[in-house]
């Protein structure tokens, strides 16, 4: 078959998009990636290692001054439609028009379409050239009266059904008519909702999260499939090994890797948020592995207990660790979890309160703490209670055990291919 896949946001999102083309490419199928990254990363040399064809759609021509700026507002802001709104207002937005046109060139040339939940211009597109049009989730964000949203309480199930109505209506304030005005234009008639339309596929539905970390929900519609986290293959864009590391993990106790992953690089404060980092494993009387910037820190008192690094293959360190701290983004979750280690999570913006709550609903982590508040003593405290929970640990370690048995990336194709027979 000819598949097309169109995703947007930032590294996180497209990683998972490119481990599916790559997995649909292996199985035999003429798979075509078009990206849409909100730093403007480039992922030419994943496209070549893995045999599909990828296309960059859009720039965002925000400097580097005016990305921090905004970060800073994303991470003071509480509410996380406004949050929402920062970012529509400054990555989407400005490029939904060529999205728009990559979407209607991917219909033009394939069989079917498969969609990142945000890229709605591929399903106003995919309507009108009569294209089946997947759509993947890289976040559990289909309603459940098992779950209530993300950053709101647990409480009885006969709520969770009410709360997600309350979030499809803020979010149909919120974004829909934007969504509604292009659907006009371009003669498709809108979708009821956000939630309820927009971000549902009567074709297929696929939710790139781990059933071992987040067992798919009893009620979830039949189109719905929990395929899996979608991770590329071992090795594939990991970086080596840092000089000297492999020395620090073997001449002492398991260290905590400290890491905000993208989020640091996009903090107003990052020299600050890298020193708090390194006074809480003081604090918390730890060794640790922080990953920031270090280049662009300037001077920041190290002991002898803390090892800086740059960038660090996650796959071959979080399993020589006693935890890790980091931001809740869906990559680095699951793979702490894959490495059965426990977790401490500082959220900053989008689905990573919903990650650390899954974590500590789960009890791999203890609850969920924020950027906006965050402080060295938080921080210790937090880590100290990972270290003196054994319980933890083994739980960690037995969800690791039934991740290892799953392939996300296999079981996704294989439910594509049966929805196309279909």
């Known amino acids: 078959m000819r598949i097309g896949i169109q995703t947007w946001g930032t590294e996180g999102d497209v990683r998972p998009c490119i481990a599916l083309a790559g997995g649909l490419s292996a199985a035999g199928h003429d798979v075509t ?39 800073a507002r994303v991470f003071k802001e509480w509410n996380p439609l406004k949050r929402g709104d920062l970012v529509i207002d400054h990555f989407l937005d400005p490029v939904v028009e060529e999205m728009l ?23 106003i597109a995919a309507r009108k050239a009569g294209r089946p049009h997947a759509v993947l989730f890289t976040t559990p964000l289909v309603p459940t009266r098992h779950l209530p949203p993300m950053g709101v309480p ?8 009410l709360w997600w109505r309350v979030f499809d209506f803020l979010l149909n304030r919120s974004w829909k008519p934007n969504m509604d005005r292009l659907y006009r234009r371009e003669g498709v008639s809108p979708d009821p909702g ?18 071992a970390l987040f067992p798919p929900p009893p009620d979830w519609e039949g189109r719905v499939h929990l395929c899996g986290f979608l991770d590329l293959p071992d090795g594939a864009g990991a970086p080596a090994m840092p000089e000297g590391l492999e020395r620090f993990l073997e001449t ?8 905000f992953g993208s989020m640091l690089a996009d903090d107003p404060e990052p020299r600050e948020i890298t020193a708090l980092l390194v006074e809480a494993a003081w604090l918390a009387g730890c060794r640790a592995v922080v990953q920031s910037n270090w280049d662009e820190m300037g001077t920041i008192p190290l002991h002898p207990d803390v ?12 399993p020589r660790c006693a935890a890790v701290v980091h931001h809740g983004g869906a990559g680095t979750t ?32 203890p609850a969920v703490l924020h950027r906006r508040t965050l402080s060295a003593v938080k921080l210790a405290r937090a880590v100290r209670e990972v270290l003196d929970t054994p319980a933890m640990a083994r739980r960690a370690r037995a969800v690791a055990v039934r991740m290892a048995g799953e392939d996300g990336v296999a079981r996704a194709v294989s439910l594509i291919e049966d929805a196309a027979r279909r």
Not at 43 to 52: I, L, T
Not at 194 to 211: A, D, H, N, Y
Request: charged letters at 25%; proline letters at 7%; glycine letters at 6%.
């Open 194 to 211: 956000v939630l309820f339309g927009v971000w549902r596929s009567r074709f297929l539905t696929l939710v790139s999260t781990s059933p």
């Open 252 to 259: 002492g106790p398991p260290p905590v890797y400290m890491t």
């Open 334 to 365: 699951h793979a702490a979890v894959a490495a059965g280690r426990p977790a401490v999570v500082v959220e900053h913006a989008s689905d990573q309160p919903l990650w650390g709550a899954v974590l500590h609903r789960r009890g791999l982590a």
């Open 307 to 318: 090892f800086p690094v740059t960038r660090a293959p996650h796959d071959r360190v979080f």
């Open 33 to 71: 990636l078009a990206v849409t990254e909100i730093t403007n990363k480039r992922f030419d040399r994943f496209a070549e290692e893995m045999g599909f064809r990828l296309r960059h759609v859009g720039r965002i021509d925000v400097d580097r001054a005016e990305y921090r700026d905004l970060a």
């Open 101 to 123: 046109e990559a979407g209607k060139a991917l219909c033009a040339e394939n069989d079917l379409v498969v969609g990142h939940f945000f890229v709605y211009p591929l399903k």
């Open 154 to 161: 647990e409480t009885a199930s006969w709520v969770n059904p």
